[in-house]
């Protein structure tokens, strides 16, 4: 059920623009609950101003009757000789004094209608947010919420014209009640006429007050599209924009449409209005001067004096006046009222998840641990940051090979990686043409190498994974042979077995591939059973850029990683032994990301491509351990100096016992390169990927272990 049938469980609102009796006195109804928001904004203001309305009410009457008796004392002076009543020109003085308090008090209750409207104009706003800040985010899920939101707000500002319609309904009762009574005394027919005349007028003006409201209330959504629309093309912040990409002509058009929309409707709003009040009003005077004739009548024929006529013709006048007041009075305080009930209704939505009253609060000791590891980010981003200000970067020097890549810095591009089905080996396939795409040069090549699954029978005779990934390479090879821009290699390696683990599988994993690559372009063993490629073209590599399976190369980041290493600052330069490394870099990690179409296939991936503080393998950034000792964390992904690595890896680290290469390897000299992004693809659920070979052997140990101590 949406957010609008819920508001309507509580209070109705208006389906269309024809409404019955029952729905327009309904809305009055919303009356008390904002004369209750007034109260609390300013009690004082409106006991004043109620106090100040009650005397004004009350003048008109005492003005009347001491008119009456200056009127009768100068008509008998005049025309009978006689003297003026006693006290005469203290009766003048007191309808004066009346006259002038009448326009002091009314000045007064202006002054305190302002006061009040500012008082519920902060109170209203004050409420209206912290209410809105009370709901959940349920709530904004449901776009009728934000029409409601919108209206709420504006109904809480400007309500002066609600302040004064509900005094002057006040003061206009006193006041036609005084006045009525009077009139009753000398003709009741007369305040039945007055009364009787009044009240089609009224029904005209409700009537099309709520066809006003109706209409205010469908066009919302179409307003709103004017506001946004005028905020697109006029504002300062977009209407740049809009004149750049050529969008002024395109908003311009639909706000005149809209436009026009709304200002014809209005218009013909109006028009029925104009048509309807004008013959209604006609109505009403036509029975206010035959009242008026009535009274005259009466005089002439020697009933009433000249002060009674007077008296009675203010009276009449003040009656009619003030009963077409009342009647009209609630018909705009309804109009005012329905759009106040969007107030009153804002305030009836209340958060759909509740506290329950018998719940128990979380401890302390269990909210601890659980921001630890957000706040040990937290803290490592700071003290970075402080870092980074006291001591700048490394910066890297670089060789612009924008016009290619020179003969003396042959690469290979090399992804290690298992052979699992048909469907991968053809994605990897796959893969490696479109690296080769973005990075096309005659110096850079690209190679597969692969490993076999696990067995735990020995290696198969033969593998048909193994000929199709090698006839796929081959027609690459025949496909852009033309182009003289790389070649394509596959390397196979014989499967071994490892007594640690028990079974049949590729030496040392993804690291004995590289050395096994490494110890093939330097002629000193082959483990490949199969070799794919023209290998001659590989005599003279001096790198090899690895990735991983699902590792992207975007466009051009080989030759920029390939004119870092080889710029002459950066080679690897070793001490007299040969075996540490003075200065230079073995191993260049370039910054790692994580391609956006992979972070948002599932809540997992949203999650952990967030933030590197969760996976750095996927993330890595420069950070203070860097440009503090100039030694960066490998993470498997970047360029490597074959001589350079071959000479400090290759013999010092023990065979079976390594699992995590990519840390040890980046303690003999990695740097990280930041001008140069790779894009990892984030798993959509906690799976391992094939081609890293890690994950599989480390649960193997651990449940190793555990069996072991477990006996």
Known sequence: MGLLNKVRAHV???????????????????????????????????????VFRLITALLPLGALLITRLIINGVVAYVSHSRALPKHFWLLVVGDFALAGLSVVLTRAVDYLDEVLA??????????????????????????????????????????????????????????????????????????????????????????????????????????????????LASSKESAKEAKLFGLGRFFTSRYDTFSQQVHQEDVSLARRKLVAGSLLGLASTACYYGCYAFVIYRTVTGHLSVGDMTFLAGAIAGTSTNIQ????????????????????????????????????????????????VPATGAAIDIVNQLIALLFPPRVLPKLDLSKGIPDDCVTVAAVPTLLLNESQTRQMVEALEVRFLGNRDKNLHFALLTDSVDSRSGPADEDPLIRLCSQLIERLNRK?????????????????????????????????????????????????????????????????????????????????????????????VFDRSGKRLQRGYAILQPKAGVDLQSARKSRLAAIFSADATFDVYTRAVSDAYQDLFGEGSFVGKGIYDIDAFHRLVDTWLPEGVLLSHDMIEGCVGAEYQLN??????????????PSDGCMPLAISRLLKHLLQCGN
């Open 12 to 50: 109705r609102l208006p389906e269309s623009k024809h409404h019955g009796w029952e729905e327009r006195m309904y809305a009055l109804r919303n009356v008390p609950p904002v004369m209750r928001i007034f109260w609390d904004s300013a009690p004082s203001c409106v006991s004043l101003s109620l």
């Open 118 to 231: 500012g008082r519920f104009t902060m109170s209203s706003s004050l409420r209206i947010m912290k209410h809105a800040a009370e709901l959940d985010l349920a709530s904004y899920e449901d776009p009728n919420f934000y029409d409601q939101l919108e209206r709420a707000r504006v109904q809480a500002i400007d309500r002066v014209s609600m302040i004064r319609a509900v005094g002057q309904l006040i003061q206009q009762s006193i006041v036609a009640v005084s006045l009525a009574a009077s009139v009753f005394l000398f003709s009741p027919w007369l305040v039945v006429i007055l009364v009787g005349c009044v009240v089609p007028a009224f029904l005209g003006e409700t009537h099309y007050a709520f066809q006003g409201y109706a209409l205010r209330f469908r066009q919302t959504p179409i307003r709103r599209r004017l506001d946004y629309l005028r905020t």
């Open 325 to 372: 007041a009342i009647f009209s009075t609630p018909s705009g305080l309804a109009d005012q009222a329905l759009f106040l009930g969007d107030l009153i209704r804002f305030f009836s939505i209340g958060p759909q998840i509740r506290t329950r009253p018998d719940g128990r609060s979380v401890s302390m000791a269990v909210i601890l641990p659980l921001l630890l």
């Open 676 to 689: 140069v992004a790779l894009l990892d693809h984030y798993g959509s659920a906690a799976e391992f990927r």
């Open 480 to 572: 852009y042979a033309q182009q003289s821009r790389g070649a394509f290699f596959h390397f196979h390696r014989r499967q071994v077995y490892c007594a640690s683990e028990g079974t049949w599988m590729g030496w040392e994993r993804k690291r004995g591939k590289l050395l096994d690559f490494n110890g093939f372009l330097r002629a000193e063993h082959d483990a490949f059973s199969v070799k794919t490629g023209a290998l001659a073209l590989l005599k003279d590599v001096r790198y090899v850029i690895t990735l991983d399976s699902d590792t992207q190369l975007p466009r051009d980041a080989a030759r920029k990683l390939i004119g870092t290493l080889a710029h002459p600052l950066n080679r690897a």
